[in-house]
């Protein structure tokens, strides 16, 4: 086995981290005060190619391995969590289905301006009535002659109020379950497409995030993201894996960023004749959330060298996701211990680490879920 990164992955870390440090992170404040979409910010990282890693170079794309896109979203979350989000919304569902099923005229219209950072994406499955329980989708897409006709109501969509397009789920029939489920591709300024309230959120700042509303939608044959009807489900699975691993990846960077804030605020602040980072008790907390830091990375490598050879690992990116999403919680807690009560004050970042990580419990499925599905298939069919 060899954990260490190649000499390309060390050299793309060493650029990506310098990009962020210049150019995101010292947006990240801003982003998080007005919780609003950075157009310039969003073009000028997708102008630098990064939101094409994970797709061939023959529409765009650069083709890196999946260790390296996980690099990508560490970095980003370390810089700031709320464009991480945006960002890896761009690379991976908010484009994914369009570059697997997109015929020509979208890969052109749609998908490679998108990759360049020219177009806005996002991926609408969450309904006001249904969230973990994808089964609950009450968006109906009905076949009129070569066409569709979309009618529905998504919710919390990030970047759904702003999109130059959507990836919607939907179903043919609610009665099918998961079995009636497909994806569709619906265009700003397509009639009867709108959207709604937006939500003021606690976290993950810096993406507009909302209401989007569908009402007698028609959408051309082409706009059915699949080679064959009701087969959603199964598209989604292909690409499961890689929305937990990278939700564990944004995880890495959170927590890295919290418990180096931290270390620096530890070296410095006195308490009793003494720098706090000299009390066994302060120090403890680096020696776990170290740990636990280590630990997780280690699933993360796994999980991105499975994906990459091909190796079924749904179960393995079920824990990376909830395993870093934890480790991530409890680092952002220490640090804001650390700090004491400047953990309350606007001025330091650490409030907001504090706050981002939520998101990451809703993202890529909710623990209760995760731990259910885990401990299925660990005891088997009773
Ligand atoms: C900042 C943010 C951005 C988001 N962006 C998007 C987006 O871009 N697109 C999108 O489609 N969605 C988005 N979402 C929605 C997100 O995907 C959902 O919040 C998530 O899927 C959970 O669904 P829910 O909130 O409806 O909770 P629910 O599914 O209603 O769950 C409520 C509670 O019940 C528990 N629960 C549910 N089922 C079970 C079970 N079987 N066993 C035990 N406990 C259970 C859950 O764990 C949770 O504790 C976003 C959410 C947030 C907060």
Partial sequence: MDFAYTEEQKFFQKVV?????KVVEPKAEALDESDDFDH????????????????????????????????????MAHGSFGFATA?????????HFLHRFGSEDIIERLFKPAIRGEKISCIAFTEETSGSDITGTRTIAKQDGD????????????????????????????????????????????????????????GARGTVTG????????????????????????????????????????????????????????????????????????????GECWTEFEAAKLLVQKVAWMIQNKIPCGNEAAMAKMFATEMCLKAVDEATRIYGG????????????????RFLLYGGGTH?????????????RL
């Fill in 17 to 21: 981290a310098d990009m962020v440090e």
């Fill in 211 to 286: 209401e989007i509303i569908f009402n007698d939608v028609r959408l051309p044959a082409d706009h059915l993201l699949g080679e064959e009807v009701n087969k959603g489900m199964e598209y989604m699975q292909e690409v499961l894996e890689e929305i937990r691993l990278m939700t564990a990846a944004l995880a890495l960077g959170l927590a890295r960023a919290a418990l180096e804030d931290a270390r620096e605020y530890a070296r410095v602040r006195e308490a009793f004749g003494k720098v706090i980072g000299k009390y066994q008790l302060i120090r403890s907390k680096f």
């Fill in 147 to 202: 066409e569709w006709i979309l009618n529905g109501k998504k919710m919390w969509i990030t970047n759904g109020p702003i999109a130059d397009f959507v990836t919607v789920l939907a179903t043919t029939d609610p009665a099918l379950k998961t079995k009636g489920l497909n994806f569709f591709l619906v265009e700003k300024g397509m009639e009867g497409f709108t959207y709604g309230q937006v939500l003021h959120k606690l």
């Fill in 342 to 357: 400047n953990a309350f004050a606007q001025e330091y970042p650490v409030q907001r680490y504090f706050r981002d990580a």
């Fill in 87 to 95: 960002a890896m919304m761009q690379c991976l569902m908010g484009t």
């Fill in 40 to 75: 310039d910010l969003f073009r000028e990282v997708g102008g630098l190619g990064y939101y094409g890693l994970r797709y061939p170079e023959d529409v765009g794309g650069m083709d890196v391995d999946t260790q390296t896109f996980a690099i990508f979203i560490e970095e």
């Fill in 368 to 380: 209760e879920v995760l731990k259910n599905f885990l401990g299925s298939r660990y005891i088997g």
